[in-house]
């Protein structure tokens, strides 16, 4: 009798063993991190619009919720490891942290000077997924082996405004540029799409932030843009230090676009078609605020690196890359147009919103606009024109 | 004399037939539904419902229509002949889609919000279950022999195989990007399943749980990212089936036995969902930007008329 109980014993025991080694060896981790370093606030026109300090994270959050969701039926969990490196701290020490740890999935928002030094740090052991640069070098003649790019570039902005201006037939640019490095480079790239698309730049002025106690919005703007006509004002101000003042000033009643007024953007409040509502309620949900373009990006790398775990069950940089810039990888992105990479460059194919404050106007490519592969390569540095492999 | 009878005969005969069968719109963005004669081609009258309604089904007797309201977070229970609200069902927040069962005793909505599925006793009237899902459940459908609740989530890009009686889910089939509608065939061995971001549709066996077929669509002259399968219908017989193509402005009529698609049939704009006339002579479609339905004779596939119904047209359902 006891041989018997102890034999039982012994069996369930076993089994026990058993079927934990098969959720053991089933349930697959997968780990990420988020790599970003706390900035400076940045003078502003406006204290209405508040400093968000973790545009990016929430966005990131999201894409780790929904992965989760799914990987309770695939038996994968997927963790986030936030990585935010203080004002004077080391991010390259930070980076050189993660990689120590074997994290090989890393989601870096930082400026382009720093992602250029990761770059060179990583020596394409990692996978990068860049949520925050815009930088056209990076897509053209500076390609950055093993990262991913989800934000469309200048020129694919650039791009985006200049076919709405063609088919406004708004020909005609007077541009405005700021005195930053940044601008100099939107400026660049609003003058690429002008040619592009057969529009003429009939006047460019910069304007120079000058400490003048006479000078103030209500005189200034109506002198400074007293040129010859032009359809529309296109002013290149990133971090919009003068920007909004234009509209309503000028001297010619004419609409603006660029960085203020009319924007090209990834992501915005207004969006709601293709099921975008959802996203942009669930996203409230969670952070408490409207969703940003850089939450946005993160949100697509998370849901990226999710659907190359789903559909291959491998977790390593490589083959996450591999399916990431292969033919089947399809991202549903909520703007009615599968996202997938440029193999050439690592930018992420996407329609470009062209938004005003509280309205969304178009998204772009527009109708009409054709490519003999895929429409949404009318948008940016096409692989024709680009130098990188 | 006996002319002007046997005129009035048939005419009489005419307007019985004509009045026979009623088509039901949910117009999402007029917050009401259409009521359309569609033998006359006529729109017959609208009537104000609640906020944003979206799916749209009637009961197997045809007696009484349900109409999600998203907005108000309720499925309404309608009497399909008076059009009045007998109940608001607990349906759970921003019910988008639902399904019933053969034999009209169970409703399960898909939260879209939640990810979940809301069971609803149809004959209490209480909600007795939710299940808890991938992201953003839509398409939804029941089993003709009643045993598995199938349910889509479009960013998780899954099926969901629920069993009917323990509310378990027992298995997943990852699908194409972003899932939107599922249709059982009448024999219960298939299911067909669309994808808008892949522009694919797929067809799994219901036995196994896998896809064993994937259709591909292709309309000389349109891009391929303007082809985002919605709606799918199969007939009785699995002899055809009609996908809607949305952006597309088509419906695709699908070779049910040699999976080739025969034809593209050109409807109004962003066509969004799809319903069979009672004995399949005619297929209904909702163009969710033109803002009217398009008919489609099935004898001869052919689209017939279409009629203006009012803004955004979603769903429909057809009353004997």
């Keep these: 009798m006891l041989t018997v109980r102890l034999l039982l014993f012994y069996l369930l025991l076993l089994s026990l063993v058993c079927s934990n080694r098969l959720i053991a060896s089933e349930q697959q981790e997968i780990k990420i991190a988020y790599l970003t370093q706390e900035q400076q606030v940045p003078s502003a026109l406006s204290n209405l619009e508040p400093f968000i300090t973790d545009k990016g994270l929430q966005g990131a959050l999201l894409g780790l919720k929904d992965n989760n969701t799914t990987g309770q039926f695939t038996a994968q969990n997927y963790l986030l490891e936030q990585v935010i490196v203080p004002i004077d701290g080391d991010v390259k020490q930070a980076f050189a942290e993660i990689l120590e740890q074997g994290v090989r999935l890393i989601i870096v928002n930082l400026p382009a000077e720093q992602l250029l030094q990761l770059h060179q740090l990583n020596n394409n052991q990692a996978l990068l997924f860049d949520v925050a640069t815009r930088t056209d070098a990076f897509r053209h003649n500076q390609c950055l082996s093993n990262v991913l790019h989800l934000l469309p570039s200048r020129a694919m902005r650039a791009d985006a405004l200049a076919q709405y201006m063609l088919k406004k037939r708004w020909n005609r640019w007077f541009l405005v540029t700021g005195n930053t490095a940044e601008d100099a480079l939107y400026a660049q790239a609003i003058k690429r799409s002008a040619k592009r698309f057969g529009m003429k730049i009939i006047a460019e002025k910069k304007w120079l932030h000058t400490y003048d106690a006479r000078r103030t919005a209500q005189s200034d703007i109506p002198v400074f843009t007293q040129v010859d006509d032009y359809d529309v004002l296109v002013v290149a101000d990133e971090q919009g230090l003068f920007g909004e003042y234009i509209s309503y000033r000028s001297w010619l009643p004419r609409p603006v676009i660029g960085t203020q007024g009319l924007v090209a953007t990834a992501w915005h409040r207004t969006h709601e078609q293709w099921g975008a509502v959802q996203i942009q309620n669930r996203f409230k949900a969670l952070a408490n605020r409207y969703m940003q373009e850089q939450d946005y990006a993160a949100y697509l790398a998370a849901r990226a690196i999710g659907e190359a775990v789903t559909r291959t069950r491998a977790v390593d940089a490589v083959s996450v890359k591999a399916y990431l810039l292969s033919d089947r990888f399809k991202l549903q992105g909520y703007k009615g147009k599968p996202l997938s990479f440029r193999s050439w460059n690592g930018q992420l194919r996407q329609p470009v919103l062209l938004a005003a404050p509280t309205s969304l106007v178009i998204a772009a490519p527009l109708e009409g606009f054709l490519h003999p592969t895929n429409e949404l390569d009318t948008l940016g540095y096409d692989q024709p024109e680009t130098h990188c492999q | ?320």
């Excluded at chain 2, 299940?131 to 199938?150: R, T, Y």
């Excluded at chain 2, 549709?201 to 749980?209: G, N």
């Excluded at chain 2, 009217?292 to 769903?315: C, E, F, M, N």
């Design chain 2, 1 to 320: 004399m006996h002319t002007k009878v046997l005129i009035s005969a048939g005419l009489l005969l005419f307007s019985i037939v004509s009045s026979a069968e009623t088509v039901f719109v949910s117009l999402e963005k007029d917050n009401a539904i259409a009521v359309v004669d569609p033998i006359a081609g006529k729109l017959i009258k609208t009537v104000n419902i609640g906020q944003r309604p979206r799916g749209i089904q009637l009961s197997p007797d045809a007696q009484t229509l349900y109409i999600a309201t998203s907005d108000d977070d309720t499925v309404l229970e309608v009497d399909a002949n008076t059009l009045a609200v007998k109940s608001k069902l607990p349906s759970g927040e921003d019910p988008e889609t639902f399904a019933i069962n053969s034999a009209g005793t169970h409703m399960y909505v898909s939260n879209e919000d939640d990810n979940q599925v809301t069971v609803i006793d149809l004959l209490t009237r209480q909600a007795i279950h939710t299940i808890s899902v991938g992201v953003e459940p839509e398409g939804i459908a029941v089993s003709p022999d009643n045993l598995w609740i199938v349910s889509a989530s479009e960013t998780t890009n899954m099926v969901h195989w629920i069993d009917a009686k323990t509310y378990e889910i027992k298995a997943n089939t990852l699908v194409d990007p972003r899932p939107r509608a599922l249709s059982f065939t009448a024999d219960g061995q298939q299911l067909w399943v669309t994808s808008e971001i892949d522009g694919t549709l797929m067809i799994i066996d219901v036995a196994t749980k896998e896809i064993s077929q994937r259709i591909h669509f292709a309309v000389p002259g349109l891009g391929k990212e303007k082809i985002q399968p919605v709606g799918v219908v199969v007939d009785k017989k699995r002899q055809w089936a009609y996908v809607a193509l949305g952006p597309a402005n088509r419906v695709a009529v699908v070779n049910a036995q040699t999976y080739e698609v025969e034809k593209y049939l050109l409807v109004g704009a962003r066509v969004w969902n799809l319903a069979f006339s009672p004995e399949q002579k005619r297929l209904y479609t909702t163009n969710g930007v033109s803002h009217d339905i398009s008919i489609i004779d099935l004898d001869d596939h052919k689209v017939t008329k279409s009629i203006a119904v009012g803004r955004y047209p979603w769903g429909l359902a057809v009353k004997p």
